[in-house]
């Protein structure tokens, strides 16, 4: 089986003290089973909804992978991410 593609979607960025890309580059280090996929690709295995702040205004993009989505702010760390990804990689 390949790599799990995850489409990575961000806010449009109006908290700059929040490095959202450092964060998505995190999961995957974390996780190498996980592959970047485009936003258009229709295998998507999970949809990873960045934040910048917690209005949480990317979680309503309209983008779906078959685990589901994943919406995430400041508000939450490193640690709950990989708990989270790690439950959804072992299902």
Known sequence: MGAKKVAVKYCG???PRYDR????SGVFE??????PALLTDPD????L???GCSRRCVANAGL????GNLAICPQDNID??????NRL???
């Open 44 to 47: 998507i295995w999970l949809a």
């Open 13 to 15: 960025g109006c908290n």
């Open 64 to 67: 779906q992978g078959s685990k």
């Open 49 to 51: 909804l960045v934040s």
């Open 89 to 91: 990689v072992a299902e």
């Open 21 to 24: 890309a450092a964060l998505v």
């Open 30 to 35: 974390a996780f190498p089973e996980l592959a």
């Open 80 to 85: 709950k991410l990989k708990e989270a990804v």
